[in-house]
């Protein structure tokens, strides 16, 4: 939230770099030089032009490009905002031409998502994921991976301040395990970055919430991810399913 953020003398800065803050809080990335640990580019995301003191957009967790073409060449952002006029984008001329872009349509907070070059932090794709048409609940993205194939996953957490269903946008594939209900959620992007599973997860609770993944992949097998976080029944709302647990195949 500082409007003296330490750029270091030589930064060079990329659109949209904001040379003031433009929220309350604005998310805020930045790479360094390996060898001296210089500031190599940074940058303000945030809001397009709210200078309320409400408007907050916050960055949990990156997640780095491993492939020598292709998604190797970003970085993978994730966070919440609550900014209404949050600046989501696509950029038609790179991988993410076909890639899943929402505006702030609804939500109290609502996750978002971006892929930044690495080379020189420009954009080339930032979108957000939430409630649609409505403002009784918040999504937060809190964990993100990326394989070596560009498969994306993100994770994180719900809020619902109320009892009523929480109307999560579900994206099912044939024979995919799906819920409707929960604190958590994880969210699968296909190869060109449109969302291919979504789900629920976990106890409903605001304490529910998926904290960190990785994307595994075994040769002749197909891919698995691991997730880890948190979940309670001691604050659950009244009604709600408890989590999932399945034993391994085979097992007592």
């Known amino acids: 939230w500082s409007p003296a953020f330490p750029f ?3 930064t060079q800065w990329y659109d949209p770099f904001q040379g003031e803050i433009i929220g309350h809080t604005d998310a805020v990335l930045m790479r360094f030089n390996q060898e001296n640990k210089a ?3 940074g940058t303000f ?4 032009n709210s200078t309320q003191l409400w408007a907050q957009t916050k960055a949990r967790k990156v997640a780095v490009g ?3 073409k292709g998604a190797g060449q970003y970085v993978f952002v994730t966070g919440s905002t609550n900014c209404q006029d949050f600046s989501v984008f696509r950029n038609p001329f790179s991988l ?3 890639a899943h872009i929402e505006a702030f349509v609804g939500g109290i907070h609502r996750l978002w998502v971006g892929a930044f070059r690495k080379l020189d932090g420009r954009r080339d794709w930032v979108t957000t994921h939430g409630q649609e048409f409505g403002n009784t609940w918040s999504e937060h993205g809190l964990a993100i991976d ?3 194939d560009g498969l994306l996953v993100v994770g994180g957490n719900v809020e619902h301040p109320q009892y009523g269903a929480i109307d999560f946008p579900l994206a099912t594939p044939s024979g995919a395990w799906s819920r409707d209900e929960g604190g ?4 699968v992007f296909d190869e060109f970055y449109e969302i291919q599973w979504s789900t629920l997860f976990a106890q409903r609770s605001p304490f529910s919430a998926i904290r960190d993944l990785r994307i595994v992949d075994t040769e002749g097998q197909p891919k698995h991810f691991w997730m880890t976080g948190t979940t309670t029944s001691w604050f659950a709302y009244p009604g709600s ?8 195949s085979g097992s007592g």
Do not use: N, Q
């Open 45 to 48: 995301y945030g809001a397009g």
């Open 146 to 148: 990326l394989d070596v």
């Open 241 to 248: 399913a408890p989590m999932d647990v399945v034993p391994p």
């Open 39 to 41: 500031i190599r580019w």
């Open 8 to 10: 270091a003398v030589g």
């Open 66 to 68: 491993k492939d020598s």
């Open 184 to 187: 958590a959620f994880f969210i």
């Open 96 to 98: 993410f031409s076909l």
